[in-house]
Structures are given as structure tokens and as C-alpha cells.
């Protein structure tokens, strides 16, 4: 669960100092978000998620002035961009392990995981039985992972124990497991995480700032990338941004500069970085 920060008034003025140095100079900066939780509200169907249109509008604009803007997800690249439905900005899918690049038709995997996908889809075949139906599990084929929701099934205790019981036969056969909002992935065992994605991704790009928001366990991953860019001298400034929820991380808000209020805090956000009126999307200083 993420915490509250302590919770100073939101503050404005911290917001507009955290994004100075990307504002200072767009065309060398760039924007990195993750969807589900921070630029979509969580809804209890996956295939549900939507990004607000003002959101969206603001994004919008941000591409046009930053040099680089890329959505980070755990989806695969293709759903991210039609959730987000924005052809000018580059999604980074599965965990940064699919790039779709600004423009580009097909995404383009890490070999890492091109083997696994068979491996991974028979493993989430052989896991849907009648009794995860019963429960109501909702099983996510995202290519080369597998996921089982069980965000609003009639028992959802019921139907989480019965996800327990698959990641544990996941790892008994090999697979690795990861586990979000009410949702366990399993995955190949290979470095799947939206750090490496990042780094790879912006290794040509010329940049002195980036920002990351994020509001979940894989976002820890996108902190370190930047964290690591920073402490390589490839990147002059990072801003690491939690988008704060009663189900998200702790180490989220405790690892982050700034922590905003969910996804209108994100809108908030995005505001400020196009030098507009933060409103009261609830910025609260991190630390
Ligand atoms: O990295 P993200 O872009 O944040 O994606 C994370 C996962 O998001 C989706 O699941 C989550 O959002 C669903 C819709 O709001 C919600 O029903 C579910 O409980 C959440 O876990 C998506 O389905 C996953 O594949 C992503 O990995």
C-alpha cells in the first residue's frame, strides 16, 4: 500500500521545482509513464482501461515539445498504444521487453523472451480449469507473459489462493512470478523489467533530464533505470514520481521525488509540465 507522505500541504511550488530542470530544456528531456493506475484509473476489467481525454490532450501537447515521450508498461506494446491512442509517442510493452516505436507498424522484442512465448502460453493453458473459471480468474495472454486478475471476482480471497497455488507451480517449473494490483505474472526467466527497457531505449538518445511516473512494484524497475542513468553521468537530472494509491507499494512513495495523488495527480502533473495551472491534483513533497 502506498502511504500517505507525510502529508505537508500540497504544494505547488515543490511541483514546478521538481520539473525545472525539464522544463528548462525540453528538447533535451524526456517523459516516461506508466499506464494502468497513473495515466488510466484502475478499473475492474482490464480491457476496460481508458486514458481521460484531457489526459490524453495533454499528452499531446507534451510530445510535440519533448524530445523523447514514451508510455511504459506492463501490456503488451500494441494494447498500450491502443489504450493510450497516440501515434506520436513510442510504448515500451511487457515490461519494457517490446518497443514500438513513434510511427512504427510491429514492435520489436528483446530475443531474450522471443522463445518463451509457447512456453508461457501452454503454462497459462494448462492453468485454466474449471475451477478458476468458477472463481471468476481472468487470464491475460500478453505474449510472452501470462496474468491472472482477480480484481473483482465474488470471492476474491477465494480466488487469489487459487492464483497462489499456480505461482507456486510456476516456480516449481522453471518460470518466474511477479505480482501487481491483484494481478500475478507469470513470466520467463530471463531480466524482464521496465529499468533494462529504458535504458536500451534512450542508450542514443541525447538527454540531460528525464521523469518517470509510475504507481506499482514493476515501476521500482523504471526508478532504478533512471536512478542508474543518473549515477552513469548519462542523465544530468531524474525525477522519479509516484503516483500514490491504497494498494500500491510502499517503497514506491519512499523511493520517489515527488509523490502525486493517483491519476489526477498525474493529470496535475502533466499540467505543470507544459507551464499550466497544477490545480489540486494533491503533489505532496516525497522525503
Ligand atoms: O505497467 P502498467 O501499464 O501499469 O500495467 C500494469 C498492468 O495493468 C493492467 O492490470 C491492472 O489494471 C487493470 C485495469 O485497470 C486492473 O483491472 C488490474 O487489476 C490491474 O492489475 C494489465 O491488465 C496488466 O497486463 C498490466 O501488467
Redesign the pocket.
Known sequence: MTPARPTADASDARLAEALAPLRADPARSAVLL?????L???????D??HVPEATRTLLIEIARRYAVVA?????RASD?RRIVSIGTISYLGS?GTELLRAGAVEPVLDPAVRDWGRRIQAFGREADNAELRRLRVRI?D?GSIV?F?W?GAPDEEAARAAIDTIAGRAEQSGLRTHW????L?VRPPVRMDKGAGIQRFLEDAELDAAMYV???V??LDGFRGLGEMLAEGKLRHALRVCAASDEGPTELADEADLVVEGTDGVRALLEALLGGDAGDGGAQPAG
Open positions: 506508466d499506464i494502468d493506475g497513473t488510466a484509473p484502475i478499473v475492474r476489467y482490464a476496460d482501461a508510455c511504459v508498461s506492463g501490456r498500450a515490461h491475460e500478453k496474468a486478475h480484481r501487481g494490483r491483484k494481478v505474472e509510475g504507481d506499482d514493476t515501476d
